[in-house]
């Protein structure tokens, strides 16, 4: 489970543990938050480790795989939450920030991906579920290096679907507006949770629960869930609204 350590990945940890799942916390400069975690789950009689890796840093995502088997046995159930989020555009693109941006959210869950599939014990099925963004189906110039990625991952994760069938399935989710993140000010992410047409944020244990359903829904594969209040649906823009046709 990377990116495991806090906000919606914390929920979908708990979600797991919760389900009977051993889990493999990785984080990667929240160290505290997944040790408090682990701490919290394991003093209730869960099975759960925590493993450290940069998902920028292709030898670190060799290490992560293996590290997480032999912290908590084989592993059937990957779920890639880690993401990087950090706001550009056209104007202000920057080379560094666009190759971390394609590193830690599509080539990480890739590799990671493939590494989950070559230790799959034989005669084990798998899951890889990958956390994704509505964006890809709705997106806009803003965040432009992270929903280029990430649409590229929601391509990869129907690639990957149909590559490792029968034994494995990848499916993905697309949260929505669920937490504030941390450039957004209380006031606008109101805002924004109340303009889709649910009119209301998701929680992450919302989220928690669709990961959920894929990991045990055994007939789906290549899909996306979009747990966005209806965000991916919006349609009062400018083009439309008052406008007579």
């Known amino acids: 489970m990377t990116g495991g350590a806090k906000r919606i990945g914390r929920a979908i940890v708990e979600a797991l543990v919760a389900r009977g799942y051993a889990v493999a916390i990785h984080y990667g400069q929240s160290r505290q938050q997944a040790a408090d975690v682990a701490d919290a789950l394991t003093a209730r009689g869960a099975r759960v480790a925590t493993v450290s890796a940069d998902l920028a840093d292709p030898a670190g995502v060799d290490a992560l795989v293996p590290a997480a088997a032999a912290a908590v046995g084989p592993l059937t159930l990957l779920v890639n939450s880690a993401s990087e989020?950090?706001?550009?555009?056209?104007?202000?693109?920057?080379?560094?920030?666009?190759?971390?941006?394609?590193?830690?959210?599509?080539?990480?869950?890739?590799?990671?991906?493939?590494?989950?599939?070559?230790q799959l014990p034989e005669g084990c099925t798998g899951t890889v579920v990958n956390i994704l963004d509505q964006r890809v189906w709705r997106p806009t110039p803003r965040f432009l290096s992270y929903t280029l990625a990430k649409s590229a991952l929601w391509t990869a994760t129907q690639t990957m679907a149909q590559a490792l069938a029968p034994r494995i399935r990848v499916n993905a989710v697309g949260?929505?507006?669920?937490?504030?993140?941390?450039?957004?000010?209380?006031?606008?992410?109101?805002?924004?949770?109340?303009?889709?047409?649910?009119?209301?944020?998701?929680?992450?244990?919302?989220?928690?629960?669709?990961?959920?359903?894929?990991?045990?829904?055994?007939?789906?594969?290549?899909?996306?869930?979009?747990?966005?209040?209806?965000?991916?649906l919006a349609w009062r823009t400018p083009d439309v609204e008052g406008i007579a046709e």
């Open 175 to 232: 949260p929505g507006p669920t937490l504030a993140n941390t450039r957004q000010g209380a006031s606008d992410f109101a805002r924004q949770s109340a303009a889709v047409p649910l009119g209301r944020a998701a929680t992450p244990a919302e989220v928690a629960s669709a990961v959920l359903f894929l990991a045990e829904a055994h007939s789906v594969t290549g899909q996306m869930i979009a747990v966005d209040g209806g965000q991916h």
């Open 85 to 118: 989020f950090v706001p550009d555009e056209m104007g202000d693109l920057d080379r560094a920030q666009f190759e971390r941006h394609m590193r830690v959210n599509l080539e990480a869950p890739v590799f990671l991906a493939q590494a989950f599939a070559r």
